[in-house]
Each structure stands twice: as C-alpha cells, then as structure tokens.
C-alpha cells in the first residue's frame, strides 16, 4: 500500500478572525516556497497556509493514491461551518478540484493556476484522446528511464511533456540536477492523476466561482485541459497570462499575486450577498 502523504505546514500567516482562510497547494517537484510571494503581497488580508505535499517519493501513483492524498488534505485543512478559499497550482491544483467536488459546503472559492488535470480527459474524444495517449507515451518512456537508472532522463521526458519540447533543454544544469532528484515523485504524480476520472457530471458540482490561471505560452495539452474546464464547471473566470508557461505565479507575481488577491477578496465579500449570483461573483 502506498504511503499517505505527509502534510506539513510549513508556510502559514498569522490568522485572526477577520482574515480570509485561505490553503495553497502547489505543484509537482516543488513545495510550499512556491506561494511565498503570494503570501507577502497579501500581507495581513489573508489567514494564509500553504502546506507541504512530502509523499513517498517510492510512490507507485494510480488513482487510489490520488484519493488518499485528497482526503488526507481535506481531513487537515477543512473546519465544520466554515469555507476555505483553495488555491492550487498543477498537481496542487488537481487536488483542490477533487476537494471542491468532494466537498462543495466548505469550499468559497477555487485558484487554479495551470492545472495538470489529465483526468479530465475523455479517452473517447476526438482531441482528448490523443493528448491522453501522448501523456501514456511520457509515462512509458519515464518508466523506462528509471528502470535503466537514468533519472534524467525521466525527468526530461517529464519537462517537457508538462512545459512543451524544449524546456529541458533550456534548463540551467544546476536545476536539472535537483529536478532529476523528483523523478520518481513526477512519475507518481501523473499516474494518479491519469489514473483517475472526473467526469462533466462531477465537474458540474464544482459550484464555487472559480479562477482559472493559465500561461499563454503553455503546452498544447493544458491548454486543452483548460478549455475542458471551462466547458464543465458552471462558474469560472479565466485570465491567460501572455508570454507566460506553466509557472506564470512565479514568472509573473507581479501580475498573478494581485489577480488572485483581489479575486479571494471580491469573492468573500460577495459570497455573503445574496443579490449577487455565483457567475457574477466569479
């Protein structure tokens, strides 16, 4: 059985009563320093925590390990009669999703900033399919890679099935070598989430406004899945960062940081205003 992952909460603002609760999960091979921009541009508006996803890195992933993880989240984060705002980036983002699913009482809001969501992926749709199978072939192709040692080339086939061809190979040598290190955790991470399936009808009951984030340079699959998004869940806004990639909350804060912000504070505000409808708040 795979080991449920630990949930350490290493980043957190202090929080008071008035402060919007806000939880960020962030992506595959990285931690919560990812949100440490976000958290100071927020300063004191935000109850803010950004917990550390440190799963088994020997993690055979599948869909089974996908909901261990949701759940193990959900049991830290959620609190009875009272909404967190979500935020999540790539894997984080997908784990947010399944949490606002699961969970539809407690969630006000969701941020999704690029979200590796292949699980909602037809493998019957014209375009869905062979986007899907591309991101079997990097898994095959990672398998192999590990199985003959070569973590770097795991973690390329990874890179740049995510990012778009090219970006291992613009990768300074110094983050190759730390980013070889998260292979096998890469590996995981996408099994559990191709491994699993959300369905329209389960994106459907995503009823919070949403804030859907996405690079304008970003591979042709996650634009795809974004587009799939947009169609499922009933209240999203997206904003496209251009010249950004999957990363636009660390290449761009300067834009990113302020959008989300002033997005959890509308959100709140009008949550609790029952002229405003949902799309509007979103």
Do not use: C, K, Y
């Given at each position: 059985m795979n080991m449920i992952p630990r949930i350490d909460f290493a980043v957190a603002a202090a929080a008071?009563?008035?402060?919007?609760?806000?939880?960020?999960?962030?992506?595959?091979?990285?931690?919560?320093?990812?949100?440490?921009?976000?958290?100071?541009h927020a300063g004191s508006r935000l109850s803010f925590s950004a917990p550390t996803l440190a799963g088994s890195m020997a993690g055979t992933g599948g869909a089974r390990e996908l909901e261990e993880t949701t759940d193990a989240v959900a049991r830290e984060i959620l609190q009875p009669g009272k909404a967190l705002h979500l935020v999540g980036h790539d894997f984080g983002a997908v784990v947010v999703m399944k949490i606002a699913a699961a969970h539809p009482g407690h969630v006000a809001s969701l941020t999704l900033v690029e979200p590796t969501a292949f699980n909602v992926l037809s493998p019957t749709d014209e375009t869905s399919g062979p986007i899907r199978r591309d991101v079997m072939r990097t898994m095959a192709q990672m398998r192999a890679s590990l199985a003959n040692g070569d973590t770097h080339g795991a973690m390329e086939c990874y890179i740049d099935c995510i990012n778009g061809q090219g970006t291992w190979g613009r990768t300074a040598p110094v983050h190759r070598q730390d980013l070889s290190g998260l292979a096998s955790r890469a590996l995981s991470d996408l099994h559990s989430v191709t491994a699993d399936r959300m369905t329209p009808a389960e994106l459907a009951t995503i009823v919070c406004p949403v804030l859907l984030i996405r690079g304008g340079r970003t591979s042709r699959a996650l634009q795809h899945l974004a587009l799939e998004i947009r169609r499922s869940v009933p209240f999203v806004r997206e904003?496209?960062?251009?010249?950004?990639?999957?990363?636009?909350?660390?290449?761009?804060?300067?834009?990113?940081?302020?959008?989300?912000?002033?997005?959890?504070?509308?959100?709140?505000?009008?949550w609790q205003d029952s002229t405003v409808t949902l799309r509007q708040a979103a």
């Open positions: 008071t009563s008035s402060n919007l609760p806000v939880v960020a999960l962030h992506g595959t091979a990285m931690n919560a320093a990812t949100w440490t921009g976000l958290r100071e904003e496209v960062i251009e010249g950004a990639g999957h990363f636009p909350h660390l290449t761009d804060p300067h834009l990113v940081d302020p959008m989300i912000v002033e997005f959890l504070v509308r959100v709140d505000r009008q």
